[in-house]
């Protein structure tokens, strides 16, 4: 079980910054992947960002260049470092944590979500 803890919502103008952070219950060494989901009024949840165990990073087509995962494992802290944002970026976000069994078995874990609000 990984109890995740996030943190760094709020409201931000148009083209300004936020970060978003994200504390594990346990060593996220341990984990295979971690990333961030967002859900906004109406649309379904979509993948933001992910960072797999070594290090490589996927990101959304609409955050590109924006928006850089990162993690540090002496932390077990998760970032979300979120720049230019617009308004389409107003969303609920969500930390994710996944963890693959030896047996095969895919675990996911979510953070309470923290709301971001872009204003134009």
């Known amino acids: 079980q990984v109890q995740l803890v996030e943190s760094g919502g709020g409201l931000v103008q148009a083209g300004g910054s936020l970060r978003l952070s994200c504390v594990a219950s346990r060593s996220t060494n341990s984990l295979d992947a971690m990333g961030w989901y967002r859900q906004a009024p109406g649309k379904q949840r979509e993948l933001v960002a992910v960072?797999?165990?070594?290090?490589?990073?996927n990101y959304a087509d609409s955050v590109k260049g924006r928006f850089t995962i990162s993690r540090d494992n002496a932390e077990n802290t998760m970032y979300l470092q979120m720049d230019s944002l617009n308004p389409e970026d107003t969303a609920v976000y969500y930390c994710?944590?996944?963890?693959?069994?030896?047996?095969?078995?895919?675990?996911?874990?979510w953070g309470q979500g923290n709301q971001v609000n872009v204003s134009s």
């Open positions: 994710n944590a996944v963890w693959v069994a030896r047996w095969g078995r895919r675990y996911d874990y």
């Open positions: 960072i797999y165990s070594g290090g490589h990073t």
